[in-house]
């Protein structure tokens, strides 16, 4: 089996360590190509006002100056002389819930590999304040990463679906178990805007870091990780709101 592994944290992040750690378990085919830099929000995005550059360091192991989405693109069409059986993005440093999925590079790296066609899994493991930036922050995703992957490596995906999964901020051996969810919303509040100005004196904004309040509605994927669970949540591509197609007809009169 190969395995493509990828991340938004960037070539040299800790999670795309563990991850790798995590894809060895199952197979000794494998291969890495993610973002030379951090990519975190960056989406669904490619690079398309600049020259992307691809870097081996390795056998096996690319860099590439451009998004998550560019990263696997290349992947797929420089690197690799045959698909990956599998698409694994992440272990990324930070949540990826609710509706946060639609600014996850780590996310969105596995939805180009479901656009092409391969089975793909975005991995995330959120944190606290206590496990943030120590040894121990990526325990669970470290111990629970194989339980998870392994029940899905020949479970049927629709086509064009992909499976998200998110890891409690907690040690390995306090998470209670494996739930399957249900995409959650947050209350629209992105903390603050910071506004600074630079040793120049012009004015700069940075988007805050507070914490993002949310509806613990049950099912969702919220839920599971406060629970103490990992969370596994099913997306799928088509956007499409069918029940409003018929209505929406009726007004332009088609």
């Known amino acids: 089996m190969r395995i493509l592994v990828t991340n938004d944290d960037g ?6 360590a563990v991850l790798e750690e995590i894809a060895a378990q199952f197979s000794d085919d494998v291969w890495i190509c993610a973002p030379s830099e951090e990519q975190s929000g960056a989406g669904h995005s490619l690079t398309l006002n ?60 596995a939805i180009e590999g479901a656009l092409a066609g391969v089975r793909s899994i975005a991995l995330s493991q959120v944190y606290s304040g206590a496990t943030r930036g120590t040894d121990s922050e990526f325990a669970a995703a470290r111990d629970w990463g194989p339980k998870v992957i392994a029940p899905l ?26 739930r399957v969810s249900r995409q959650g919303f ?14 120049r004196g012009y004015r700069y904004f940075w ?14 994927d919220l839920e599971a990780i406060d629970d103490g669970y990992v969370s596994v949540t099913p997306l799928q591509l088509d956007f499409t709101h069918y029940p409003t197609i018929g209505q929406l007809a009726e007004r332009f009169g088609d």
């Open 50 to 109: 600049r020259p992307v550059r691809l870097q081996k360091y390795a056998e096996r192991r690319y860099a590439v100056t451009g998004t998550p989405t560019d990263s696997v693109m290349m992947a797929l069409r420089e690197v690799l002389d045959a698909p990956p059986d599998i698409i694994l993005s992440g272990v990324n440093r930070g949540a990826n819930l609710g509706d946060d999925i639609t600014y996850s590079g780590t996310v969105s790296a």
């Open 11 to 16: 070539y040299h992040a800790p999670g795309l």
């Open 186 to 199: 947050h209350d629209y509040k992105r903390g603050t805007v910071v506004e600074g100005r630079d040793p």
């Open 207 to 220: 988007f805050g870091l507070d914490p993002i309040e949310h509806t613990l509605d049950h099912g969702t």
């Open 153 to 178: 490596l020949d479970a049927p995906f629709a086509e064009r679906t992909l499976v998200n999964v998110n890891f409690p901020p907690r040690p390995a051996g306090e998470v209670k178990g494996i």
